[in-house]
């Protein structure tokens, strides 16, 4: 009698022996003189380490072990990546995770895979900080996100005179873009430090400090001294963001957005007696970076939505209508103007050389905006 099953057999780390992309590879071997016909199915994946997303965005799958969860993604109809976490939770996403970075968590304690694509072997297929984005369905991959002055296929064209410049491998892949992609490749340390950042992949660069995948996006002390205000125009050619004070305006923060993909805002402020106010969005309110960036005018709620902090111990307190910061406030000033306003009249606001850190008038030492 003929036996047939199916085996599936996943090489998730095997080296290259003839490059197999985007499909699995069946080969059928007979064993014990064909009383037994095996259909060995593999398929390859890049480790991408960490990174993980929430399951809604994907489809969950019930699996006992990590193969059954590649097995799952081979088998879901133009699935690209599946990650797996220890509670035996399997998602598998019909896009790639860097393709929505907003809403990848970095650092979580999943482990994310990525089938062989033309992106994954390649990592700087797509130039300029552009994101690969493949499409198993269809066998292709298109460059997302491509900043100007660059267009084409690969973001690689341009009709502007660039002198050409031998770049290292560190910011072509994109090592270097952003404090994140610091902290991820190169685990940089639990301290305010400045870098060199290449968010366009290219010999451009922004001067910035990290802490960790904290970067550090306004810095303005209560000393009298001028405000540079950074608009979207800032963000052409490279700057510096380490100078003092200077205060990153919407415009600004919409397009370094687009550049780098942040998803949580923190924005904080110390008093004279140096008492720490923070105020922070918790992570995946997508709702709260939206309004601030100005992809909408939905003012974002204040309950379970932020995270209200004095001296590191939550505040308890109510927003007078539930909502933070002013609609009547003009929104190129969105991060500084009548941020908060507790139901007890103590406001947090930055402007109008007016600055109020959840206290009385001018008691304040410093204000900052941070970005994760
Ligand atoms: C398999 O078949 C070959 C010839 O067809 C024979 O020489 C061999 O002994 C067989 N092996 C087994 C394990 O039955
Ligand atoms: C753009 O990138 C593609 C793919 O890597 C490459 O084949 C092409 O030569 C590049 N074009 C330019 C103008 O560099
Ligand atoms: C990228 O950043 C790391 C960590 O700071 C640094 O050691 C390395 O020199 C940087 N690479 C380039 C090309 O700047
Ligand atoms: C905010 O968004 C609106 C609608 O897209 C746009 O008209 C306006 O110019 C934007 N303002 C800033 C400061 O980004
Ligand atoms: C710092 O000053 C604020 C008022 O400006 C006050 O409420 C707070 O208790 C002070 N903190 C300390 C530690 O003195």
């Known amino acids: ?35 037994a016909l095996v259909i060995v199915n593999q398929m390859r994946f890049r480790d991408l380490k960490t990174g993980y997303m929430l399951g809604q965005f994907g489809l969950m799958h019930v699996v006992n072990s990590m193969p059954e969860c590649a097995a799952a993604c081979m088998d879901t109809d133009g699935c690209v990546n599946w990650a797996f976490s220890d509670g035996n939770q399997c998602h598998t996403y019909t896009f790639a995770l860097r393709t929505r970075p907003r809403t990848t968590y970095w650092g979580f ?47 690689n064209e341009t009709t502007e005179l660039i002198a050409p410049t031998v770049l290292h491998d560190d910011i072509l892949s994109g090592r270097n873009k952003s404090c994140r992609t610091l902290w991820y490749h190169f685990d940089i340390p639990n301290a305010w430090i400045s870098y060199f950042t290449h968010p366009w992949n ?3 660069k922004i001067k910035i400090r990290c802490y960790r995948y904290t970067s550090m996006i306004t810095t303005v002390m209560n000393d009298n001294q001028p405000v540079t205000d950074l608009t979207a125009d800032h963000l052409v050619d490279g700057l510096d963001l380490t100078v003092p004070n200077f205060r990153a305006m919407t415009s600004f923060m919409q397009a370094y957005e687009k550049l ?3 998803d949580t805002l923190v924005f904080q402020c110390y008093r004279q007696n140096m008492t720490n106010i ?18 909408t005018n939905t003012r974002p709620k204040f309950a379970s939505e932020w995270l209200l902090t004095v001296d590191n111990k939550p505040w308890n307190g109510a927003t007078s209508d539930g909502f933070i910061s002013n609609s009547n406030v003009d929104v190129e ?8 306003k507790a139901s007890d009249g103590l406001e947090i606001t930055f402007s109008d050389n007016l600055g109020k850190c959840l206290s009385i008038e001018d008691d ?9």
């Open 202 to 204: 290219d010999e451009r």
């Open 333 to 340: 000033e969105r991060f500084y103007k009548n941020l908060f």
């Open 278 to 295: 923070n105020l922070k969005s918790v992570y995946f309110h997508l709702s709260i970076l939206n309004y601030f960036i100005n992809a």
């Open 364 to 372: 304040w030492h410093s204000y900052t905006v941070l970005i994760q």
């Open 260 to 262: 780098v993909q942040f």
């Open 1 to 35: 009698m003929l036996l047939s099953f199916l085996l599936n057999i996943l090489l998730l780390f095997a080296k290259a022996d003839g490059e197999q992309l985007w499909e699995p590879k069946n080969s059928q071997i007979s064993v014990h003189n064909e009383s």
């Open 109 to 155: 304690w999943g482990r994310t895979f990525e089938i062989k694509n033309p992106c994954t072997e390649s990592l700087n297929l797509c130039e300029h900080g552009s994101i690969c984005s493949p499409d198993r369905n269809t066998k292709t991959y298109q460059c997302i996100n491509c900043p100007p002055p660059y267009t084409g296929k690969h973001c």
